[in-house]
């Protein structure tokens, strides 16, 4: 699955635009890389999101192209 579209569907991020300017502007790392908004998610996957000053890492557990609002929290675990 693409990281802009695990992004919004695992609602980490509330929009799919907005993931993809925060993909551009370096702000999500997978594994260590830089990120396109291309750039495929595998489960085991650990994703560095820096917004700010505040920064969380998150590891991907599972990815389900469409899931409920409650089951969303789910998909990842907070690091």
Do not use: Q, W
């Not at 925060?22 to 990120?35: E, R, T, W, Y």
Request: aromatic share 6%.
């Amino acid at each position: 699955m693409r990281l802009d579209k695990f992004l919004k569907v695992s609602r980490i991020i509330k929009r799919r635009t907005v993931a993809k300017d925060a993909c551009d502007s370096d702000k999500i790392l997978i594994n260590g890389k830089l990120s396109k908004p291309s750039s495929n998610v595998n489960v085991g996957d650990i994703l560095e999101i820096n917004f700010g000053n505040s920064s969380f890492k998150v590891e991907i557990l599972e990815i389900k192209e469409h899931v409920r609002k409650d089951e969303a929290e789910n998909m990842y675990r907070i690091i």
